[in-house]
């Protein structure tokens, strides 16, 4: 009877309501008891798959109910924004009267009002509300004295007050033009909302789509554009009233103008353009930011429900899912713009020969200097100071990359010594690369062979420094690239300033970063490592919470099965404990961390890659080092520092500049007057260290009426577009048609490679091109350079896994240096020495043109060419055509030459400096045997790290994987 009254009490609280049905679950539970010591080794059993089972029941059983269902927030309409309500924010905003009356009578509706306040948040709460403060330099000013600080001054970094002022009234701090996070930025956003009004189909939808649709030339899609651009000149003729002269305020004026009516058909308008970039950037980071909502809701409902059945079910099997929660692992990618390892390396060992023979090279710079007509020089003279008192006395002091040293004294055998950057060695290819972990080629490569390139079945040429930015991630997508973000779904992720996030469950956009951070150092960094603090401190409860959850759990199993009521009332704590730890699960530290820094590179280029900007304890390369601290710090605070691995590569590294040159102007104007008709060039991209471009994604132009299409990168490579191939225009022409080239208007041919080669003799380190059609496993090329004055005329082959590298004109090729040890890196050893003239001689001497099994093999042409200042040419020259919009000819400059550039700091060239990046792993996972790296490809970056989260084994060319995983030479414990 008391039974039964207790019961009814119980059963009426609405705070407890106790189901029959589990009371029925209590009684039923076995008499036979599981033993003491049996509960006590859960979660402590030493088998590697538990460490894995939170993860895979995550995927399988938890996750893969998800549904991207909206009826989840139909009925949720409070928001905060900046700690208030929809409502109160939005009437704070310095919107048109008209429009804040529309957007406050429209907050009623959930369809227009939930979409709206999570792309708010994540504008606002994410990205504002942060000090301005240069973070690392309040650090600096902690650790050295003002004396000490005068004497590291430098472009990027003065002392004292006049010197705050002078910075940012020059614009030194980085460009001052940049976008800033602010109530008229956050009003403008929330204006294109509100005209938008039709975020997109999925708006009324019961689920969200898995991908975002872009505006095409369809007539709906073109009304809502010629509604929206009203608004985005009227925004921006705002804006540009409040600027001073300058080549920005040129530029939108420029945009302004070609938004007057009489300009609405011209090809490729900048207004209209612009424009469709913003729809699709304000559309698709909406549904981005409602998708994650969305995710985030479903999963702690999922994840709530999960637990309590499996309680009901099989109490052991849940608290195994703990124990493994508990163990489970945590994977940081960190992707670095420009991190070249030698230079690390040379810096935080001095005693290495990198430093002496890199001032060397400046010091001796003016035997570079170019003959003939249209040679300059950057107009930023380079401070190396700092690298000429490392070349001569050796520099000690504890706070000059502290990280750095520690990571090469503790982890050096996981750091390879020669890292691989692909050909060219350009970012909008090899972030991908790294980020990914996809080749550029084949079946769900990238399809990105280069900052630039002609789309020749569209006739779209494609150059990523402006709005084609956006066009990326839609690229990727068609080609089938699989990302991190969505291949580890099921994980709990976090995208800190990357690009290529749409599965990401939070975000920090990298578009945005390098907007707001071109004004505000330190942006990006601080608020990743605002996030992550906060859920370090969600980590630290939600592991005590999980263990006080085993353990309730397990006395809840010993209490005898009559003795209901104290089982009830043990029932009830555990209940609510699953609610809470379901809705404090997603806030804990992330499964899965991606974090990208652009800024090594960014500013090397303006002040070259030695300059005293990058290397001084003042300088990016510090700067970074204390940022990677940081962020490690607080996977310590979480208490997962030992179940952490950490991974990281640099996309490509960077030479200096002394002279520069335009290739175009050399060849094409030069031979338009000599022979006597115009060649009609179309130049596709900006000079290094001028301004974006804008294109017009639905009304660009084409290059059928062009003769060749150029375009330039970072100052290195240089790409040439010919169509005079016998196959057609859409097909790349071959060696033997560009010795036979007819301009439109020419009446002769030209030998085009020749005069080319000519007329660059002095600045070219080699062209190459195609001697056939090449496909994935199959091509030849063929590499053409000047050395004393003589033309040399080499080829390299593949055929499967072997490779072929001879010269047409001489006994032995040169152009790849394959006979010059790298004067950079410490002399081999003898056993190294005589190992590399082995492999010298098998390659070279040994090898028989028509007997591909005397070729060798990729690994060996590797290993013999880590020797070298070209690690990985010959691999890379063979596999550059492998995607067929990679141009006609590409032209590298030699070192110290830049070519289409005004500074002094390059990369997408062959020179050592460019193409040895960074990659290596640190963290306590990783054992004291591990294997040395030797010579290793960045791309290998993303395999590592997921083999590592998730105990797949993957294999290259399988799935999507390009590249090996390196887990297996880390022996991690």
């Known amino acids: 009877m008391r039974i039964t009254l207790r019961l009814e009490t119980l059963d009426i609280m609405d705070d407890v309501q106790i189901k029959w049905r589990k009371f029925k679950a209590c009684i039923a539970l076995p008499m036979a008891m599981m033993s003491t010591q049996a509960l006590a080794d859960i979660g402590d059993t030493p088998v590697i798959g538990g460490v894995f089972n939170a993860s895979e029941i995550m995927r399988d059983q938890i996750v893969s109910s998800l549904s991207a269902s909206t009826k989840l927030t139909r009925d949720i309409t409070l928001f905060t924004i900046a700690g208030v309500s929809l409502d109160v924010y939005i009437l704070s905003l310095p919107l048109d009267s008209k429009v804040k009356a529309r957007v406050i009578g429209q907050l009623s509706d959930p369809t227009y009002a939930i979409p709206l306040g999570h792309f708010l948040y994540s504008y606002y709460d994410r990205y504002g509300d942060m000090n301005t403060h240069d973070e690392f330099k309040l650090y600096l000013?902690?650790?050295?004295?003002?004396?000490?600080?005068?004497?590291?001054?430098?472009?990027?970094?003065?002392?004292?007050?006049?010197?705050?002022?002078?910075?940012?009234?020059?614009?030194?701090?980085?460009?001052?033009?940049?976008?800033?996070?602010?109530?008229?930025?956050?009003?403008?956003?929330?204006?294109?909302?509100?005209?938008?009004?039709?975020?997109?189909?999925?708006?009324?939808m019961d689920t969200l789509p898995s991908t975002y649709t872009y505006l095409t030339s369809s007539a709906e899609d073109l009304e809502l554009i010629d509604k929206i651009q009203p608004i985005i000149i009227s925004l921006m003729d705002k804006a540009s009233g409040g600027m001073e002269p300058s080549e920005m305020k040129t530029a939108l004026l420029g945009i302004i103008e070609d938004g007057k009516p009489e300009h609405k058909h011209k090809v490729n308008n900048k207004a209209q353009a612009l424009t469709i970039t913003l729809i699709d950037f304000v559309r698709l980071n909406v549904l981005k930011a409602y998708r994650q909502f969305i995710y985030k809701q479903e999963r702690e409902e999922a994840l709530h429900a999960w637990m309590l059945d499996t309680f009901d079910e099989d109490s052991n099997q849940l608290m195994v899912f703990l124990s493994s929660q508990q163990k489970r692992r945590y994977g940081v990618q960190v992707a670095v713009d420009g991190l070249q390892q030698g230079l690390l390396e040379g810096l935080v060992d001095q005693g290495k020969p990198f430093i002496k023979y890199a001032n060397s090279l400046h010091e001796s710079r003016d035997k570079l200097k170019l003959k003939g007509e249209g040679v300059n020089q950057p107009e930023h003279e380079q401070q190396v100071k700092f690298m000429n008192r490392l070349a001569e006395h050796e520099y000690k002091d504890p706070n000059y990359l502290p990280f750095f040293k520690r990571l090469y004294l503790n982890h050096r055998d996981s750091i390879t010594q020669v890292g691989i950057s692909s050909t060219p060695t350009i970012s909008v290819r090899n972030l991908p690369i790294i980020k990914t972990g996809a080749k550029v080629s084949g079946e769900r490569g990238t399809g990105i062979p280069n900052f630039h390139f002609v789309d020749r079945e569209d006739d779209r040429a494609y150059y990523f420094f402006g709005n084609d930015a956006l066009q990326l991630d839609r690229l990727m997508e068609s080609q089938g690239v699989q990302t991190m973000f969505d291949r580890l779904a099921y994980l709990n992720t976090l995208n800190c300033n990357g690009q290529y996030d749409w599965n990401a469950h939070s975000t920090y956009d990298g578009l945005v970063n390098l907007?707001?951070?071109?004004?505000?150092?330190?942006?990006?960094?601080?608020?990743?490592?605002?996030?992550?603090?906060?859920?370090?401190?969600?980590?630290?409860?939600?592991?005590?919470?999980?263990?006080?959850?085993?353990?309730?759990?397990?006395?809840?199993?010993?209490?005898?099965?009559l003795d209901i009521v104290t089982k009830l009332t043990k029932r009830w704590k555990i209940e609510k404990a699953i609610a809470e730890l379901a809705s404090m699960d997603g806030q804990g530290m992330p499964d899965f961390t991606l974090i990208y820094n652009p800024w090594p590179d960014h500013f090397a280029h303006f002040t070259g890659p030695f300059s005293d900007e990058i290397i001084m304890p003042t300088g990016e390369l510090n700067r970074l080092d204390h940022w990677l601290a940081k962020t490690e710090q607080v996977y310590k605070e979480a208490g997962i520092y030992d179940q952490t691995l950490w991974g990281m590569a640099g996309d490509h590294g960077l030479t200096p500049i002394f002279y520069a040159l335009n290739p175009e102007k050399r060849v094409f104007e030069a031979l338009s007057k000599e022979q006597g008709f115009e060649i009609v060039v179309k130049k596709i991209s900006s000079d290094e260290g001028e301004g974006p471009k804008i294109t017009n994604a639905l009304n660009y132009s084409g290059n059928q009426a062009v003769d060749v299409v150029v375009a330039s990168t970072a100052g290195g490579n240089m790409m040439m577009d010919f169509f005079n191939s016998k196959a057609g225009w859409k097909s790349q022409p071959v060696y033997e048609e560009l010795t036979q080239w007819r301009p439109f208007k020419g009446d002769k041919p030209v030998d085009i490679v020749a005069e080319s080669a000519a007329r660059l003799s002095e600045s070219l380190d080699y062209m190459v091109l195609r001697e056939r059609q090449c496909k994935v496993d199959d091509c030849r090329v063929r590499l053409v350079g000047y050395r004393e004055g003589v033309r040399l005329d080499e080829f390299v082959e593949l055929k499967g896994d072997k490779l072929f590298y001879a010269s047409h004109s001489a006994s032995e090729p040169s152009l790849l240096d394959i006979q010059t040890l790298n004067p950079y890196r410490v002399r081999p050893t003898e056993a190294e020495f005589q190992h590399?003239?082995?492999?010298?001689?098998?390659?070279?001497?040994?090898?028989?043109?028509?007997?591909?099994?005397?070729?060798?093999?990729?690994?060996?042409?590797?290993?013999?060419?880590?020797?070298?200042?070209?690690?990985?040419?010959?691999?890379?020259?063979?596999?550059?055509?492998?995607?067929?919009?990679?141009?006609?000819?590409?032209?590298?400059?030699?070192?110290?030459?830049?070519?289409?550039?005004k500074v002094p700091g390059r990369h997408a060239g062959e020179d050592y400096l460019e193409k040895d990046a960074f990659i290596g792993f640190w963290g306590a996972p990783i054992g004291d045997a591990a294997t040395p790296l030797t010579i290793e490809e960045n791309g290998s970056l993303a395999p590592t790290i997921y083999e590592y989260l998730t105990g797949e084994t993957l294999v290259p060319g399988e799935n999507g994987w390009g590249y090996p995983s390196l887990l297996d030479k880390l022996d991690i414990q």
């Open 141 to 204: 000013n902690s650790q050295y004295t003002l004396q000490q600080l005068k004497g590291f001054e430098h472009s990027l970094y003065h002392v004292g007050e006049e010197a705050e002022i002078e910075e940012k009234e020059s614009g030194t701090q980085g460009n001052s033009e940049g976008l800033k996070a602010d109530s008229q930025f956050i009003a403008s956003m929330v204006t294109i909302y509100d005209a938008l009004v039709e975020i997109g189909q999925w708006q009324n």
């Open 515 to 561: 907007g707001f951070g071109e004004v505000q150092r330190d942006y990006g960094e601080k608020r990743c490592l605002r996030e992550l603090t906060e859920r370090a401190k969600v980590e630290v409860k939600l592991r005590h919470f999980r263990q006080e959850l085993i353990e309730d759990i397990q006395g809840y199993q010993g209490i005898f099965f």
């Open 836 to 901: 590399y003239l082995d492999l010298k001689s098998q390659c070279l001497q040994q090898a028989k043109e028509q007997d591909s099994a005397t070729w060798c093999s990729v690994k060996q042409w590797r290993k013999l060419t880590a020797f070298t200042l070209r690690p990985d040419s010959v691999n890379q020259i063979a596999r550059l055509y492998e995607e067929d919009r990679a141009g006609t000819v590409n032209l590298f400059p030699k070192a110290g030459i830049g070519f289409n550039t």
